[in-house]
């Protein structure tokens, strides 16, 4: 892997100016031609959790995100980047530049007081182990303050797993994957640093507490008046279940989904089409869900409420982006901290067609498993098939938004860009504006390389791919690897029950004409890659995780 070097002193200026523009240097810098290097940026990368590819306005959802949309508008959006299908995979991939086995975290991390996860087994330790270097840990290294504030879901039963321990400075949050957002409550509450709190305030929401500590932690940075950039990661836990936002935003959205799904999948593909988000031969997959009209009046009440308490979910978390955007203009940070957004994977069909939990707790403080189900993540989706856990385009595809007013000049502002990615390549473009070197040993600890490519070049322009290797997943057995246009996927449906689909993405990103039989030698060629990944990384057979995970629950009772 290449990274370029951008920081010069001005001997090299003219050069350094000619080789990025994604920096800036004052003025006053320049006239006296001082030899003080590039100013780096400050970065923050924002993530949501459990939110489909087209729920936001910005790539055709009818939830009103007017803070995300200006980011957009204002800077770049990519309609073709990759998460992994399940929270904390993409976490531990996210936060090392790794595949998710490469950190122990080929599966889940444990839960509370839990060592369900831990397979013993090296891709399957249920927390995230020490043969990588987190990006606080390496932003950390070239200078930066690191902060996180919201969902961490790498690992907390040692103290040794936790944030700060990782690279972070300040943390606050909570540790494991989901709480109740007004009343989270140990095993699932709220750690500061590294010190577990109990939350009285009887108007406490996550989001918001989330953004106010965000603030705090830019406010903090400022005030040592170090000249240091800081790093901030801000993983909100919305619009993961539980379903619960403050009233004045579900009241936002309580006639908006009485039409049911199908209604909104069509008019989300309609307006998708003529934003350009997808092409015009791009269809709508079939719809995955029972018709609308084929439930009671009573149900379809529900069911809209489920709706508009999840999109009340997402508009709240818009307004807190918005408020921390608004932070950064008043302290004068805004023009040179790069800010990136996306999703951890595609919308949740968990607790079935209709959603889980009792709808005497929707609208209450009370409950825990409450969620809004297959049928309304389909439309979340649209026009993908599947979603959270699967690899076809509905459980990997996520928006995501990239705006720098310093680094993003020109006619590239608001440009869509159609190229491919996937979660490392967030660590080789935070590495690649910061000038961080990346190890190949921290702490004692062997480190393996980058697996992702730096997005500067996208973002400066380049119309060329930054991927001509193989990108792979892995996920309970669910399997794709994607080169160039072809994507290789499998659904994981039982030992011996499986069938290798190959489609070509720039035709058919919907993934609904399956070439497998027609081109038999392009499978063979990528089941083989798919293969030499996998033993590489020390990828287990699912039926085997699946007996290690049930013989744990006998052994326990």
Request: net charge negative; hydrophobic share 35%.
């Amino acid at each position: 892997m290449h990274i370029k070097n951008r920081f010069f002193s001005s001997s090299l200026l003219a050069f350094a100016i000619t080789l990025s523009s994604c920096k800036t240097l004052s003025k006053e810098t320049i006239a006296k031609g001082e030899d003080t290097p590039v100013q780096k940026p400050n970065i923050i990368l924002i993530m949501s959790d459990d939110m489909g590819y087209s729920d936001i306005g910005a790539y055709g959802g009818e939830v009103e995100t007017p803070n995300l949309d200006k980011l957009a508008a204002e800077g770049v959006k990519f309609t073709q980047f990759y998460n992994t299908a399940r929270c904390c995979p993409t976490r531990a991939s996210l936060m090392t530049g790794l595949y998710p086995h490469q950190t122990g975290i080929g599966h889940m991390t444990n839960p509370p007081n839990s060592d369900q996860h831990d397979m013993e087994l090296p891709a399957y330790r249920g927390y995230l182990n020490k043969n990588n270097v987190t990006l606080a840990e390496l932003l950390r290294q070239a200078g930066y303050h690191t902060y996180m504030s919201g969902k961490w879901h790498l690992g907390m039963e040692k103290e040794d797993q936790w944030p700060l321990q990782r690279g972070f400075e300040h943390f606050y949050g909570i540790l494991p994957g989901a709480s109740n957002y007004f009343r989270p409550e140990a095993p699932r509450g709220i750690t500061v640093d590294n010190e577990q709190v109990v939350i009285t305030d009887e108007d406490y929401y996550t989001t918001d507490a989330f953004t106010d500590n965000a603030i705090k932690f830019i406010d903090g940075s400022q005030s040592q008046q170090d000249d240091k950039p800081f790093f901030l990661y801000l993983a909100y836990t919305a619009p993961h279940w539980p379903l619960q936002a403050p009233k004045e935003n579900i009241d936002k959205y309580r006639k908006m989904y009485d039409e049911g799904w199908q209604a909104i999948r069509e008019e989300r593909y309609a307006r998708m089409q003529k934003m350009g988000i997808i092409d015009e031969q791009t269809v709508l997959s079939d719809q995955d869900s029972k018709a609308w009209d084929s439930l009671s009046g009573e149900k379809k009440k529900e069911m809209s409420l489920r709706r508009a308490i999840y999109s009340a979910q997402i508009d709240r978390m818009d307004e807190n982006i918005g408020r921390l955007v608004e932070h950064l203009k008043q302290k004068g940070l805004y023009e040179n901290t790069l800010l990136v957004f996306l999703d951890d994977n595609g919308a949740c069909a968990e607790g079935g067609m209709l959603g889980g939990g009792p709808a005497k707790q929707l609208e209450t403080k009370e409950g825990y498993f409450l969620s809004y189900g297959q049928a309304w993540a389909n439309a979340s989706n649209t026009p993908f098939r599947k979603y959270k856990h699967w690899l076809h385009e509905g459980g990997i595809a996520t928006p995501l938004i990239v705006h720098w007013p310093a680094g993003i000049k020109g006619d590239n502002n608001g440009k869509t860009i159609r190229q491919y990615g996937f979660l490392p390549d967030i660590m080789a473009t935070f590495a690649d504006v910061s000038g961080a070197q990346y190890p190949a040993q921290y702490n004692g600890n062997a480190i393996p390389p980058m697996e992702g490519e730096s997005l500067l070049p996208l973002l400066e322009g380049s119309v060329g791919q930054i991927h001509d290797k193989p990108i792979f997943w892995e996920h309970e057995g669910n399997k794709a690897v994607r080169l160039g246009n072809y994507k290789l996927v499998m659904e994981w449906k039982g030992k011996n029950k499986n069938h290798w689909e190959l489609y070509d993405i720039s035709s058919d990103r919907s993934e609904e004409n399956d070439l497998s039989a027609q081109n038999p030698d392009k499978v063979n060629e990528m089941v083989a890659m798919w293969e030499s990944w996998a033993k590489d990384k020390q990828v287990e057979p699912w039926d085997k995780i699946q007996g290690i995970m049930n013989a744990k629950r006998k052994e326990k009772g």
